[in-house]
């Protein structure tokens, strides 16, 4: 078992450290350097194990997750690159398809090709849909693109063949060809980054692949390096976007699985504590600098999805994004942050978001240059933030600074008054966004535990819970580094997908074992890299609809040999999915299998349950804070008590604030915190509290 261990997430605003070592976990907080990301990571290495005694040489494993791969793709700053594709399929990605997000704005901006047209060719071949060579690709004429590309002076290259999922071979042509002309050239082929059906989704995501390969190879080059120099020589391992961890060189040879590295730490954090508590429906609240993100956690698992949007022209908006396929954890994200910026419309309205200061200038209250206020400069008005303990007191907020930003932003209101309606606005675009998420799965959260971690989160869970009829929230240890500790909880995990349509009716239990056995050893490869001589288990879903839909829902399955009959049982499967997600089922429409998926992880060591402590014992504690508590409308008296105090089985009656290094938990008047056996704070509606 290794001993010493570093979780690096490097959010928009900061990048949280967390060190686990014999004598448990250290962590810190530094803002996020944009010109040197690793500067930042060094330099919170350097102190947490400063603080924990730790030798930095004794660190033996580095787990990674970057926000690189998404702000490159938002920024347009990956490489050079070239696509190539069936002739007569050039202009896919840009005809994208024929869903308008905004039906009725005639204005409607959709996002550029990350490959304009003059830097796609065609190739003149052509596979059918099941696999069978209609017209061959000869290497001779591979090689006479392959030789335009290299004069060209591409940095990467994409290939994307009509249906290259059901038969690579013509584009293994291709990729010979080009390694012939240009050896060192990058290349990534749809029939390994996403062999799946739908062209538009398979192009993109393999063009993403090849935008982002060089700048990440370079990246991670420059990270290992920088980590040995600084006396860190242990492996680099990196958090994927399904929740689990890869090793550097899959993450080189497919960084579009990093797009939602970081957020997907945070699923699995929170679904640690789900387990640990017993709660088997959690909602994951995770609220950082820049963005909030809501996930729903269910039999201790995260939902998970094979689709993904990035780089929106209406941030935040579904449909308006490029849309790849690959393995993410599936949760909605909206920028509401501590960063987030707040302003009035042109009626007068208060918006907030999705722009965010970061971590330059930052907001108004840092003292770095920022002019415009954001919900940190609000909640410091009022009082829920205390300005001396910000970030384990190393960075100093000036409550002037971010007085005078919001009465100069939001003109004709007392700062008090617009600090209240900053953070009204901003807990309702996150309880709406939580509404709209349950809602499109099926699912009534007011039962649900919230578990809430990040930055900002603990501040706003009691404020959520009063909007969203939820009735307990969980804060666990380490809340505000949450996501760094999730990586370090993840295991080793691969996802494999493949492409193969069959109508039940027709079903083909020969081909469907022989593609699950390609698919298990192919990601049993991947795990084995990072965690040799691991058990591992499996998780198999087959995507399904009825005939003559245009989507499919997500149906999980028992990974083994299947036969002819067993048509039956998918049938049975799919019909208990779609009348949880639906209400009811269609009778008399036949049913398909379009994509599967399966997705292998190394075992770890499962957290083990506790009793929760429902009643506990009240200590009083005299220090005072005054806060806004937004249900009551007003200001009120407030315990203030440093997290250590509250032992397992101490309750505190709100409100209240509980501070600690990373953030702080604030319990409203209608809410009372129970320490509990974990280090977690339970936090109860009055009138559930025993």
Known sequence: MLTSRVGVDIGGTFTDIVLEHSGGLNSCKVLTDYANPSRAILFGIEKVAREANVPISSIEQVIHGTTLVTNALIERRGARMAFITTEGFRDVIEMRSENRFDQYDLNLELPAPLVSREHRFTANERLGPNGQVLLPLEFSEAAIIAEQIVSAGYEAVAVGFLHAYANPTHEKIMAEALRVSAPNLPVSLSSAISPQMRELQRFNSVVVNAYVQPMVAQYIDQLMKSLQHFGIDAPVFMMHSGGGLISVETAIEQPIRLLESGPAGGAIFAAEFARTHSQNRALSFDMGGTTAKICLIENYNPKSAGTFEIARTYRFKKGSGIAVSTPVVEMVEIGAGGGSIASLDSLGRVQVGPRSASSEPGPACYGKGGLEPTVTDANLCLGRIDPNNFAGGTIQLDVKNATRALELQLQGLSAEDAAFAVTEMVDENMANAARVHAVENGRDIEDYTMIAFGGGAPLHACR???????????????????????FLRAPFSFEATRGL???????????????????????????????RGAKVSSRLVAFMRYSGQGWEIPVEVKFRTYTDADSTTFLAEFEKAYRQLFGRIIDGLEVEITNWSLTVAAAQKKASSIKRNLEGYKIKFSEKCDFFDAALRKKVSAALVERSSIQPNVRLDGPAMIIEDETATIVTSGFTAIGQDDGSLLLLRKENAQ
């Open 501 to 531: 349509f069959q109508r039940l009716i027709d079903f083909d239990a020969a081909a469907v074992n022989l593609a699950l056995a390609a698919m298990k050893q192919e990601a049993e490869a991947f795990v084995r890299l990072g965690a």
């Open 464 to 486: 959520e819970c009063e909007k969203l009829g939820i009735k307990t929230v969980v804060i666990p240890p380490g809340a505000g580094v949450g996501s760094a500790i999730g």
